[in-house]
């Protein structure tokens, strides 16, 4: 087996599934030691996300609330206007943020919502901060257009294994996201994508999730890995639990895979016991959202975060080293730390 930490774009299937397969303990040492080889395993990134229009989305994604086919309780919103974007991302730059990303609800924004983004990314540019959008699939102009503006990242999720996708979304391929991520790349941008799982995919299937993020022409710079947030009203609803040391084995594989990225806790931490995040962070997670909203889902208190990180005696990833591999959304030290960056 060559050197794990060495960065492949060439990994097979197979290599992904015989790495889920170590034994526990072997996997967590071998993604413990990667991680050491490119990052201080101490520090975690800590980021937050505005939600700058939510819910009233046209796509079918199984496991989405804001999806407007669903009856979930999530009221649409219109986009948020660029005055109160500014006025979010200057509190987030006063609490000691360095990056603020804006989501929308779109499948895709409409050539007509680009200036009007572009005009948000340009003014929070303005305060000094770093700039990420999630806004669904662009075109290469739409890109273009938004990297223009400042965009210096853009999340863009592949969601699940290619052989699984349409089991979870039927409005859109898997190649969409592929090309998407394309024109972000193109237009010089960096990318931040992952996943969910615990959506009733197979062990092969997350492999084939994994595979497909650190086969990408260049692997994303962050690396989101959901797990499942079951909302009633959402097809997925009831999907049976993910054991929770197969996620762990799905951190740790992501770390081998894809030493140089930051691989991020996101959906799904506040049903995570302060234990299982632990291991999380023991196999090489090293970044995490906080806040009590992630987008329309709970998410652990910035209190108990804090508290977390005293007893396993982690600290927040400072901007320089964050930089080395970039995550995509706002980065806030001082709501974790009770200090400025
Ligand atoms: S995940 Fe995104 S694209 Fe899918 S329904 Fe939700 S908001 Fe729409």
Same mark, same amino acid.
């Given at each position: 087996m060559p050197a794990v930490s060495?960065?492949?774009n060439d990994w097979s299937r197979d290599e992904v599934l015989a790495l889920f397969a170590l034994p526990f303990t072997e996997l967590l040492h071998r993604a413990a030691t990667v991680h050491r080889e490119h990052f201080d395993p101490t520090e975690v990134q800590v980021s937050t996300l505005l939600?700058?229009?939510?819910?009233?989305?046209?796509?079918?994604?199984?496991?989405?609330?804001?999806?407007?086919r669903y009856h979930t309780g999530v009221e649409a919103t219109k986009l948020m206007s660029t005055e109160d974007v500014v006025a979010k991302a200057k509190q987030a730059r006063d609490a000691g943020a360095s990056r603020f990303c804006m989501g929308a609800a779109w499948r895709s924004p409409k050539d007509r919502d680009i200036p009007k983004v572009a005009a948000m990314i340009r003014e929070v540019k303005a305060l000094g901060l770093e700039t990420c959008a999630t806004l669904g699939m662009l075109t290469d102009t739409q890109a273009h257009a938004l990297r223009d503006a400042g965009l210096d990242y853009y999340n863009h999720n592949i969601d699940t294994a290619p052989d699984f996708y349409g089991e979870v979304i039927h409005t859109r391929e898997f190649q969409d996201r592929l090309d998407t991520l394309a024109h972000v790349r193109d237009a010089g941008m960096k990318t931040c994508c992952?996943?969910?799982?615990?959506?009733?995919?197979?062990?092969?299937?997350r492999a084939g999730l994994l595979h497909a993020l650190a086969t990408l022409p260049a692997h994303p710079d962050s690396v989101p890995i959901n797990r499942l947030v079951q909302v009633a009203g959402t097809p997925l609803s009831g999907t049976?639990?993910?054991?929770p040391f197969e996620f762990v084995r799905t951190i740790a594989v992501a770390r081998l895979l894809m030493p140089r990225s930051m691989v991020r806790l996101s959906a799904g931490r506040e049903t995570m016991s302060d234990?299982?995040?632990?291991?999380?962070?023991?196999?090489?997670?090293?970044?995490?959202?906080?806040?009590?909203?992630?987008?329309t889902t709970g998410n652990p208190d910035t209190e108990h975060d804090q508290r977390l990180f005293e007893r396993l005696g982690?600290?927040?990833?400072?901007?320089?080293?964050?930089?080395? $591999?970039?995550?995509?959304?706002?980065?806030?030290? $001082? $709501?974790?730390?009770?200090e400025a960056a």
């Open positions: 060495q960065v492949r939600s700058v229009k939510t819910g009233g989305c046209p796509e079918d994604c199984g496991y989405c609330p804001q999806a407007a992952g996943g969910i799982v615990g959506m009733g995919e197979s062990r092969e299937q049976a639990l993910l054991d234990e299982l995040q632990a291991l999380c962070f023991a196999a090489g997670a090293n970044s995490i959202f906080h806040g009590e909203k992630l987008l982690l600290r927040p990833m400072h901007v320089a080293s964050a930089d080395v $591999a970039s995550d995509c959304s706002t980065t806030v030290h $001082a $709501a974790i730390t009770g």
